[in-house]
DNA sequence: TAGATTGTTAATCGATTAACAATC
DNA sequence: TAGATTGTTAATCGATTAACAATC
């Protein structure tokens, strides 16, 4: 077992990929796979791959490759996706209502436990089998239903306050799709996605090969 | 005028937060900006700012700061987003018919002036006002309605071929949901969002966080 | 002028790539 | 054993941060 290194946050969004692929790789009923036919089918190197498992531990057997069951279950554990988390979606809107319906979480360990809204419309109704509560309920929700991760899928102006109530509550994950600053406590993690991001950039690319 | 140096991704991946920030701090009526205020605002360094800008002009006053206007029809010109792209949605299931409601497209120069499904039961439908078209006719309606950008939300096996037609149609940019290495041609630019990452990722800081 | 703030160069930091010894 | 492939160290590359001259 490694001693404990600074683990880069690029080589952590790397693991879910390599564990996805490792999974469609299994199902076509492949044992051992080396680092350089992985990484061609991921579009990653074959030292990056090296590099990035060499972080956590000595999964591959020289000469041989990594045994596909094996690493899987390695990724899996390091990436604390063999237990299951609970996850809350604050906003049922056009994202909040997609995702809520979202069928890959359960496949990777994740139940959409609770679905929250402040409009009374929305209140009551049922989502993918879920009922929508009010987000006043928040606080004895995370309680009840032990609540891990918030995702996010307010309108900005509303986001900091909902992740407030959620921190409150005790939740330490903060998925957010609002695009605006969030801040939260030290012991909370946040991960934002920003979706106009990846757009904008592509209007750059595509208005600079135009000129070009 | 700067000459032509590269411009690193995570500077292009920037701008479209400044601008968002310089249009609310346009509204809240403030006509100069410091590097310093916009970077507290935003949680990026006023360093950082300065030297992303710099490498497409000189947009800011020594002594003095941005005048917010000015640098946002700036940095909107740099984006290309002074002019307006027409996208097209591939895969009208959960997340590509939140795509097809999402307003702030709008708001930032982006149409969505087509959707298409190879489901009998969604063609012809109307979602958003926009009718869902079969996704054999993918070819004619590209040129037709000058489609630039294609999004991807369709599920994983069906992608790349989504992808191929649409390249084959003309489309020059992919903005891509499904979690699956997608290969295009070198004039095709290619935006990738993969959401489970960003949940993964969450919950190996949180198993991390529980155990230490 | 003095104070403020940019634009830019130099220093640092971090991540990727290359090379190769270890070993299955 | 010979060939293959990992794990790891060293070299390179790229991005961020620090420092400061220029100048409003």
Chains 1, 2 share one sequence.
């Not at 929305?122 to 991760?149: A, F, M, P």
Request: with cysteine; aromatic share 8%; charged share 25%.
């Amino acid at each position: 077992m490694k001693s404990k290194v600074e683990v880069s946050k690029a080589t952590v969004d790397r693991l879910p990929l390599y564990f996805r692929m490792l999974r469609q790789i299994q199902n076509e009923g492949i044992e051992i796979i080396s680092s350089e036919e992985l990484g061609r089918r991921i579009g990653v190197t074959p030292e990056q791959i090296r590099k990035d498992l060499a972080s956590f531990g000595e999964f591959g057997k020289k000469g041989v490759g990594y045994y596909v069951q094996e690493l899987m279950r390695n990724i899996n554990e390091i990436l604390g996706l063999h237990r299951n988390w609970n996850i809350a979606i604050v906003g049922v809107g056009h994202l909040g209502w997609a995702l809520a319906n979202y069928r890959s979480f359960n496949s990777i360990g994740f139940t959409v436990a609770a679905l929250f809204d402040n409009d009374p419309a929305k209140i009551g109704q049922y989502v993918n089998g879920i009922e929508v509560l009010d987000i006043d309920c928040v606080e004895e929700t995370v309680k009840e239903r032990d609540l891990h991760i918030g995702v996010i899928t307010v309108p900005s102006r509303m986001a900091q306050l909902a992740v407030d109530r959620l921190v409150a509550a005790g939740v330490k994950g903060i998925w957010n799709f609002a695009p605006v600053l969030i801040k939260v406590p030290e012991d909370v993690w946040l991960v934002s996605e920003d979706l106009s991001v990846g757009l904008s950039s592509l209007s750059y690319y595509l208005s600079r090969s135009a000129k070009e």
